[in-house]
């Protein structure tokens, strides 16, 4: 069965200490890899698609990479605002998108 | 380009009643699939439609169903509601479907009593 598991399932920064956050799959025939910003009460937001093992990507603090087994959210000299839940989802041969549970992120000022 | 609307936004139900939920797509994607979001199980897969057909389907009871319009907008329904029904149900949409990003509405809140 797909799983995905995401680590650490909290994380506590002080603002501008980077770190990153992981995202390990066993999900056959992966068809894309996505992460998502969710704050409370709210839908998630989208974030970054990666469709390939050693494709990166950017926007603005947030760097995502892809390797065949799992994914890495970089997160450099993060802010109070990206406090947060950063999701990642898989999708497989299934075409299920398979989510998960997420990684809480703080950061304090 | 407007969001993903979902309404009603809040609900509060009891057990036994039943409940349809609405979600609008953002204009010209013509997939959308629905997601049942709780503390303990994270964001479930419940289902996906496509041109006014069902492609995919997640482990869910019957007593969750839904259907697609003509002009993409979808409702979901759930008979018979139990406690552990209470969650964020969230709504995406696609262009065309898998593996194309989704994007989300802000979710219909559920309480079930």
């Known amino acids: 069965e797909d799983q995905v598991t995401q680590s650490p399932e909290a994380l506590r920064l002080q603002e501008g200490e980077s770190s990153s956050l992981n995202c390990s799959y066993t999900?056959?025939?992966?068809?894309?890899l996505f992460w998502y910003r969710q704050d409370p009460g709210k839908g998630p937001e989208f974030l970054f698609t990666l469709y390939s093992a050693g494709e990166e990507k950017e926007k603005e603090r947030l760097k995502a990479t892809l390797t065949k087994k799992e994914s890495f959210l970089h997160i450099t000299a993060p802010k109070p605002e990206d406090s947060a839940t950063y999701l990642c989802?898989?999708?497989?041969?299934?075409?299920?998108?398979?989510f998960g549970k997420g990684t809480k992120l703080t950061v304090n000022p | 380009k407007a969001g993903v609307t979902q309404t009603p936004r809040y609900l509060i139900k009891t057990r036994g009643q039943q409940v349809t939920l609405s979600c609008s797509p953002i204009s010209g994607h013509r997939s959308v699939s629905w997601y049942q979001q709780t503390p303990g199980q994270g964001l479930q897969f419940l289902f996906e439609?496509?041109?006014?057909?069902?492609?995919n389907k997640g482990n869910f009871p019957g007593r969750f169903s839904g259907r697609q319009f003509s002009n993409s907008r979808s409702e979901m329904n759930v008979s018979t509601l139990e406690l552990g029904d209470s969650a964020l149900y969230l709504c995406a949409s696609s262009l065309r479907g898998p593996p194309e990003t989704q994007y989300f509405g802000p979710g219909t809140r559920l309480l079930v009593l």
């Open positions: 999900v056959s025939g992966l068809r894309g």
């Open positions: 989802a898989f999708q497989g041969g299934s075409e299920k998108l398979v």
């Open positions: 439609y496509f041109s006014e057909t069902q492609r």
